[in-house]
């Protein structure tokens, strides 16, 4: 398996090295050229598309601000050192990046698609106006640099293209296989699970977007340097639409796809320009996409409304192909209509469809557990002790809680003391504010009026992100795993704050990188040891069956090396042997010194491990005490049950 | 002085356009988190389509100005409603942000395109239903269109507003934009009022478009700047305040036509983008928005 890995990747080098020798023809060669310089563009792209799930419009412009800082430098500063030039395309773009993200990505929503649409418009607009830098509509002639004191021939040039191609490739794979491509993936299977694992997700979906700013950078020099001229027009609307559908259309979260979308977009207008070949090519996609429809109801694996539109538009194309006389000003409606299909019937791209299509024959198997991870000592699930603090007094305090919904009190001047070391149970019916308490002290509402301290520092207004790193980590009611990712992942985003690894340390793999890589997935293994979930490894999160999704939100949590754990109802949808297990689990967590605080339904659960239990009832603490006590409670009583049945209940104890 | 006046008359009348659009775009938005990125485009149709009905390009004049005006909603009502069948339903129901945009967007380039072949690529002019003659107002001419612009866009939005309040058919719209869950439950047909959304959305686009079209160019491409703008314009005043979009209107125009006239014409754009992120960075709701607080 391996082997065959490398010797695809020593096929794909001498594919790039021999192909300009082999070919000869400077036209195909160009032609290539634009294919990579596409390619490295996209690989950055699908990491906001693909990754983050969100939409940029202005990846046109980026790549033009790449091209044209390029021009400025060599043609304006006379700067002819070409590494310069593509550090400087690359640092000059990611700061637009930046400049765009930082507003655009504060808010969740259709923004940064808005913003950057925005963005697109303006910068052609600025590169036409701003004559004194870009030479406006007249453009700048830049020739093939020089490397070395040694000027590159056209083939010179296509192997320095494919060199950095290369490199983007491997530099976006890495990023991608690490904590920080763990956390762009993250952020879009759970915001809100990923903020609390203390990876902020605006942050990250900022660092994502600035690094796929400057590979737009890169590749927008590249091109400069490619076409020998650039002018405005090039970096228009249509071209950021045809960068998205070839990352969508090749297939997402790959590198595979983005190359395949680069060769389809860039022989797509000569496609496009022919009608002969444009109409041989609508019919086979139309005899296609009849046979492919067939064979779907034959195997009713469709319903015949499932594949009337897709059969109705190919075939609808095909036929208004040969309508046509004149294909150029018909071009971009037959592009829309691409597009519209492509987002419909091809949302996995064609390497996902393939993918997918192979995976029907041959199932694809979990990788075996390694040696050190079916081994993994269940100790290592802890952090090595911090330094001893004082063992007793309060850990949390909050006080006069008030959240305020409209008129709604959901809290209303609610206390809560904390100790050191405790199981802390916090009970009440449906709806009496047990959740917007643990949603106040992680910091996903800022509460109306009150103050929490924990450890000493107030934390009321820090983000949810900086109190999961203060360590408070939680669990959640409704489960928010990371579901497209492995059960190991899922705890490697809970320990993503033990990595002080950079952008550098990722691409380059320094030694640091690495030791703190090897660590994390040692702790994880332990972690999963612990609860019990060390088979499962490199199972898809969303295959679990739910109680083990709520253990492994539980090791999540434990990642984050938290010193209060809040537990939101773990035992719900447990089963018998499952909850004793839980309790085992709960206990054990707080002898290794982390305090809890269990929300709870199951009262022989709660009753069981808790050192005190606070009851709450529309919003107000009725009632703070030992187990034993809260049970005689005619408060408490009358919350759960009504007024008649805790005079009963106080008739039957008086008795 | 005059002059500035002037700048700022026909900056309100500019910004009176964008506010219209940008409150199309907090009425989808409302009922369903989504935007048309073709709402430049539903401008452009209705405005080619009012020239067609009033002009002798297509073998008319069939009708007079405003007879043609609730034809040309009626219109905008259809290929909104057509919009929200295409490219938003189906991803509303797959829940993808990046389906919707790119079908919209998708959309609107087929629009453009096929404007382009039926009314060619150049702009045409749209002939005015009111005297172009300038009148002096505190020694600044004004055009009666431009008061017209005006007029027609507050009337446009408070006729919704009045609508969604006081009609049990407003009040589903509301409902639905308040919770659709909930809203589905009660017996609403939320599919059926993002539809109407949709096709009230696009018909305010078409007035718009025969709103402005007199006193600018008629073309495929007239939409497409007009429609970045109210983008910028909705942002800024906060896509939930419908006041939000009229003073984010009002700020965008004047600075352009301030722009335009004391800086550059080139440069008129950029005010609006350096707005969009100022206000982005300060008050991400915007002006007049609420911030939601999102529940878990």
């Given at each position: ?6 010797g695809?990747y ?84 990611a700061?637009?990046g ?22 697109g ?55 991608l ?8 993936q ?23 977007f ?16 490619s076409?020998?001229y ?39 207008p ?8 444009f109409?041989?090519?609508?019919t086979?996609?139309a ?31 095909a ?27 091809l ?28 081994n ?57 504010g ?8 992680t ?17 009321v ?32 985003v ?44 490199h ?57 809890v ?13 808790s ?28 919350a ?7 005079d ?8 | 002085m ?29 009922t369903?988190?989504?935007?048309n ?69 998708a ?18 002019t ?12 505190f ?8 008061v ?25 719209v ?38 402005v ?22 942002i ?5 305040s ?30 609006g ?24």
């Amino acid at each position: 398996m391996r082997n065959r890995k490398w010797g695809l990747y020593v096929a794909g080098i001498a594919l790039l090295a021999l192909f300009p020798v082999v070919v000869g023809n400077p036209y195909y060669i160009h032609l290539a050229e634009t294919i990579l310089i596409y390619a490295i563009l996209l690989f950055g792209l699908d990491i906001v598309v693909g990754y983050t799930g969100e939409v940029s419009l202005g990846h046109a412009a980026l790549f033009g601000i790449g091209s044209y800082t390029a021009g400025i430098f060599f043609f304006k500063l006379g700067v002819p050192l070409v590494l310069v030039n593509v550090a400087a395309s690359i640092v000059v773009t990611a700061a637009f990046g930046a400049l765009l993200a930082l507003p655009a990505l504060r808010v969740t929503g259709p923004y940064l698609a808005m913003v950057t649409l925005a963005f697109g418009t303006i910068v052609q607009i600025l590169i036409n106006e701003m004559t004194f830098l870009t030479e406006g509509p007249l453009g700048i002639k830049v020739p093939k640099p020089s490397l070395f004191g040694h000027k590159l021939s056209e083939f010179e040039f296509f192997w320095f293209v494919a060199a950095l191609m290369v490199i983007a490739l491997v530099a976006v794979t890495r990023i991608l296989r690490s904590h920080l491509g763990r956390a762009f993936q993250a952020l879009r299977d759970s915001p809100v699970a990923c903020d609390c694992m203390g990876v902020s997700v605006y942050r990250y979906k900022v660092y994502a977007f600035v690094i796929s700013a400057g590979l737009a950078g890169l590749a927008g020099c590249l091109y400069t340097y490619s076409e020998e001229y650039i002018s405005p027009n090039t970096y228009n609307f249509e071209l950021t639409i045809l960068f998205l559908l070839a990352v969508i259309m090749g297939g997402r979260k790959t590198r595979s796809g983005p190359l395949l979308g680069a060769l389809i977009v860039v022989t797509l207008p000569s496609l496009l320009s022919d009608i002969h070949l444009f109409r041989g090519i609508a019919t086979g996609a139309a005899i296609l996409g009849v046979v492919l429809a067939g064979a779907l109801l034959a195997r009713k694996q469709k319903t015949a409304r499932d594949v009337a539109i897709p059969v109705a538009s190919v075939i609808g194309m095909a036929v208004f192909s040969y309508f046509l006389e004149n294909i150029v000003d018909w071009r971009l409606t037959i592009f829309g209509f691409m597009t519209l299909f492509v987002v419909y019937y091809l949302q996995d791209g064609i390497v996902g469809y393939i993918r997918g299509t192979l995976e029907k024959f041959r199932p694809r198997q979990l990788a075996p557990l390694a040696a050190w991870e079916a081994n993994a000592d269940a100790s290592r699930a802890w952090a090595p002790p911090a330094k001893a603090g004082e063992a007793t007094g309060n850990l949390l305090k909050a006080d006069a809680i008030l959240m305020q919904f409209g008129g709604l009190k959901a809290l209303n001047e609610v206390d809560l003391r904390v100790a050191r070391g405790a199981i802390h149970g916090l009970i009440g019916p449906n709806g009496s504010g047990k959740s917007t308490m643990m949603n106040v002290l992680t910091g996903i509402y800022q509460p109306t009026r009150g103050g929490v301290m924990f450890e000493g520092k107030s934390i009321v207004g820090n983000t949810p992100s900086e109190i999961a790193l203060a360590g408070i980590a939680r669990t959640f009611q409704n489960v928010q795993l990371f579901g497209e990712m492995t059960v190991t992942e899922n705890v490697l985003v809970g320990l993503h704050h033990t990595f002080k690894s950079n952008l550098f340390d990722v691409v380059f793999h320094t030694r640091r990188y690495r030791d703190e890589e090897r660590a994390a997935h040692q702790r994880a293994a332990g972690i999963l040891h612990f609860i019990g979930l060390a088979d499962l490894a490199h199972e898809e999160a969303r295959n679990l069956p739910y109680g083990k999704q709520r253990l492994l939100e539980i090791g999540r949590a434990l990642g984050l090396d938290p010193r209060l754990l809040l537990l939101d109802e773990p035992a719900a949808g447990l089963t018998a042997p499952d909850i004793t297990e839980l309790i085992e689990i709960i206990r054990k967590i707080r002898d290794h010194g982390i305090t809890v605080i269990l929300i709870e339904h199951h009262m022989d659960v709660v009753m069981t491990i808790s050192d005190i239990v606070t009851v709450l009832d529309f919003g107000q603490k009725i009632a703070e005490e030992a187990p034993a006590h809260v049970r005689a409670d005619p408060k408490v009583i009358e919350a759960y049950l009504g007024s008649g049945a805790a005079d009963a209940a106080h008739g039957a104890a008086a008795a | 002085m005059e002059i500035l006046l002037q700048l700022l008359f026909s900056g309100v009348a500019l910004g009176m356009i964008y506010a219209v659009i940008a409150f199309g775009y907090q009425l989808t938005f409302a009922t369903s988190g989504t935007l048309n990125f073709g709402q430049g485009e539903a401008l452009m149709l209705g405005a080619l389509v009012g020239l067609s009905l009033v002009s002798t390009i297509h073998g008319g004049p069939w009708l007079n100005y405003w007879l043609m005006i609730p034809l040309v909603m009626i219109f905008g009502a259809l290929q909104g409603a057509l919009v929200e069948w295409i490219g938003v339903r189906p991803s509303i129901k797959t829940k993808s942000e990046f389906g919707w945009i790119m079908s919209t967007i998708a959309l609107a380039i087929i629009f453009k395109n096929v404007a382009e072949n039926i009314w060619g690529k150049d702009d045409l002019t749209f002939p005015s239903p009111v005297s172009a003659k300038p009148f002096q107002v505190f020694g600044a001419n004004v055009q009666l269109m431009q008061v017209l612009v005006v007029i027609g866009a507050v009337a446009m939005m408070l006729a919704v507003e009045l609508f969604n309040r006081k009609s049990i058919y407003g009040k589903a719209v509301v409902a639905t934009s308040n919770d659709p869950d909930a809203a589905g439950l009660m017996g609403i047909n939320t599919g059926r009022v993002i539809t109407f959304s949709y096709a009230l959305s696009s018909a305010t686009a078409a007035f718009a478009g025969v709103l402005v079209a007199p006193l600018t160019l008629t073309g495929a491409t007239m939409g497409t700047s007009l429609g970045l703008k109210a983008f910028a314009v909705a942002i800024i005043g906060g896509l939930t305040s419908g006041i939000g979009a009229v003073v984010g209107g009002l700020i965008l125009g004047v600075c352009e036509t301030l722009t335009g006239f004391y800086i550059s014409t080139g440069y008129k754009e950029v005010p609006g983008l350096l707005l969009l992120l100022l206000v982005l960075a300060v008050k991400p709701a915007g002006l007049f928005g609420k911030a939601a607080i999102k529940k878990v």
